[in-house]
């Protein structure tokens, strides 16, 4: 018996969730009745929880005891009653169908100890709802596990309207004696968690593909090629089946989840086109039951928004959180153990992409659509009031960061010092950032202090504001000297070069306007990523000068004679996309996307040998410059000193036993 005086558990239902639900107590060390309405169903039952411990078993220290031994504590039976007689808990999991639900709970009332406690497995319908189908509502709950229960670690404890505290204590009690992690949802709102967040983003992959005309593999291959989700939104709902998804989201909606239907997944479904068990559903498989992961490529994907598929979701957190429903560490933890979403967490998400982007999604959408339920929630909004953006902010939404997160102030430049990243952030907003002298010193001095920082593998340079950098501050051109000129330029040199030959690797992340000396600075960065409305050129031509921080010769080589010549000659500013066209830049998002695709280029950057990066960089920056031989003759001798290092030693061996190399810059 358990500390908590549970001996025997009841399990009624034998079909998917059912069996495996069993074997997880059976597992523990729990006598489990486990009750469905045929033997046939029952030995087939029995022998996939077997089958199931085996795997586990030649896994090795999975099982602490013996197949045999385990499998001894499975009782079955066809009858409610027998089933239930002498348990001290029971767990429901019969099909999600209400009335089927509330009978068998009726029955099991009859005839279970007053002291047992009832929990359904179910996913959608409201607790209380079934609760009151029995004598014992303070002690009913929810206890829902994920599919397949032996495996995965999450279960969602939903309290109803009349479960005592006792109640939710042994059940949260019980669920981390059977090894697994519980959430508390406090209040019975319709899809608990998990399904209410997993559908904000299904369905808001819908109305991307039928209102925007998205194709169905590239939204997935963003899903998994940017965000990093095991599988994208379509491949999903197919792996889940079209029809169990159309069920709870009719199921959801009915009870009051504020949501548009999806009528690709309502068209499939008509069609006997149910997904992998069917055979086809979004894709086509070898046959009914037989899974194969859509193939996507690489790059396939990538110029898709990110922040805008996930905001719903974001939203749904804090509806969840401002509700009280359950907390922000049981949310995280829901996401990551119940969806495998690969951050720490949906408030982690949000807050690398910037609580005021996510709210601009949500607004463009809700814009866009007419829709309700893309109405940016009251918390987050009061976030944004209160400044508190995420990681740039320093000040999360919905957490708050570490010390290893900190501010440095200089007079025009702020140095945002972020592991493993740093941001020199160009800080006159009101002036458009317009770049001085002191600035260039500024940046060149704060590129120093992180230099030999080893927690910093990548520094990130950005404007506040509406600007990246609108150039040169004109008033210094008054009444200038041409050795005063030649001064002022000496600063603005010695700074892109300070840059481009930087031994980390240096990404512009272009917000706005980057004119001028605004774009001779993001020109000399290793990477440029622009939002949608930046705007960029050398207008320095009408004012009767020309480019003088290196915009005649990094414009020449970053996109060609013609293109530079039209650029500088004419002074035109150019959109973002042409930027793109030209080779000016290396990628395009949505504005409200520009920090999250930013931290993404950082996150990659810096799970790379950092010694390795900076020979890189160098055999390519000089190479460009000079005669091949030359070139080749360094490069040669770059590679051997990157051959040397016990980073290189790390590499090799990583990849000879498949595993993920643990870079550490040595």
């Known amino acids: 018996m358990s500390s908590l005086g549970i001996k025997r558990v009841a399990v009624l239902g034998a079909g998917t969730m059912g069996h495996g639900i069993a074997e997880v107590f059976a597992m523990a060390g729990f006598e489990v009745n486990l009750m469905d309405i045929s033997d046939d169903i029952l030995r087939n039952a029995l022998n996939r929880i077997r ?59 009859q005839h279970a100890p007053p002291h047992a406690i009832f929990a359904s497995n179910t996913s959608t319908i409201p607790i209380t709802e079934l609760s009151e189908a029995t004598s014992r509502r303070e002690r009913f709950i929810g206890m829902h596990f994920m599919n397949p229960p032996p495996l995965m670690k999450l279960v969602e404890i939903t309290r109803g ?43 808001e992959a819908c109305r991307e593909v039928t209102q925007e005309g998205v194709k169905i593999i590239d939204l997935d291959a963003m899903a998994r090629n940017v965000l990093g989700l095991p599988m994208g939104p379509f491949e999903l709902l197919d792996y889940i089946g079209l029809d169990t998804s159309l069920f709870i989201v009719k199921a959801m909606t009915e009870r009051g989840f504020k949501a548009h239907p999806c009528p690709l997944l309502e068209d499939l479904v008509s069609k006997g086109k149910l997904g992998v068990k069917s055979g086809e559903g979004f894709y086509k498989y070898p046959g009914p039951g037989q899974y194969v992961k859509p193939r996507i ?74 829709w309700e339920e893309y109405e940016p929630d009251p918390l987050l909004i009061s976030y944004v009031k209160e400044g508190r953006l995420g990681r740039k902010s320093g000040r999360g939404g919905f957490r708050e960061y570490p010390p290893e997160v900190e501010f440095r102030k200089y007079d025009e430049v702020m140095l945002r010092i972020d592991p493993p990243s740093a941001w020199i952030i160009l800080n006159k907003p009101d002036k458009l950032n317009v770049l001085t002298p002191r600035m260039a010193d500024e940046i060149v001095n704060a590129l120093r202090s992180v230099e030999d920082d080893p927690r910093i593998r990548v520094v990130v340079i950005t404007g506040s504001g509406r600007a990246f950098c609108a150039g040169a501050d004109i008033n210094q051109f008054q009444n200038a000297t041409p050795m005063q000129m030649f001064k002022a330029m000496r600063h603005y040199h010695s700074m892109t070069l300070e840059i481009e030959y ?136 770059l590679f051997g000193v990157a051959i040397s290092t016990k980073d290189a030693q790390e590499g090799v061996r990583a990849f000879l036993e498949k595993r993920r190399p643990r870079f550490t810059g040595e």
């Open 51 to 109: 089958d199931s411990l085996e795997r586990l078993s030649r896994r090795g220290g999975e099982l602490r005891e013996s197949v045999d031994l385990i499998m001894s504590r499975i009782h079955t039976t066809t009858k409610v009653s027998d089933a239930v007689k002498d348990i001290d808990f029971l767990v429901e999991a019969v099909p999600e169908n209400a009335d089927l639900k509330k009978n068998i709970f009726r029955e099991a009332d």
């Open 502 to 637: 930087y031994t980390k690797p240096v990404i512009a992340a272009i917000n706005g306007y980057a004119l001028g000396g605004g774009l001779e600075i993001a020109m000399a960065c290793d990477i440029r990523v622009a939002s949608e409305d930046a705007l960029m050129g050398q207008p320095e031509i009408n004012l009767g000068i020309i480019p003088g921080a290196g915009g005649t010769q990094r414009l020449t080589r970053l996109t060609n004679l013609g293109i530079s010549k039209e650029l500088i000659l004419t002074g035109k500013q150019v959109s973002a996309k042409a930027a793109l066209e030209y080779g000016i830049v290396n990628r395009v998002v949505p504005k409200h996307a520009l920090e999250y695709e930013v931290m993404r280029w950082v996150k990659e950057l810096a799970s790379k040998p950092p010694l390795t990066l900076m020979l890189a960089k160098y055999a390519i920056n000089y190479g460009y410059e000079a005669p091949i031989w030359s070139a080749l003759s360094n490069e040669a001798s």
């Open 161 to 203: 309207k009349y479960t005592s505290d006792e109640t939710v204590n042994i059940t949260v009690q019980l669920t981390r004696i059977l090894n697994k992690e519980p959430v508390v949802v406090n209040k019975d709102v319709p899809g608990f968690i998990v399904n209410r967040v997993l559908f904000r983003v299904m369905l």
């Open 297 to 370: 490529l690489p790059e396939q994907g990538l110029e898709l928004d990110p922040v805008k598929l996930m905001a719903p979701a974001i939203n749904e957190l804090a509806w969840l959180v401002r509700e009280g429903v359950a907390t922000v560490d049981d949310i995280d933890k829901s996401v990551k153990l119940g969806l495998n979403y690969p951050w720490g967490g949906l408030s982690e998400f949000a807050d690398e992409a910037g609580i005021d982007n996510i709210v601009d999604a949500l607004t463009q959408l809700r814009s866009a659509s007419g």
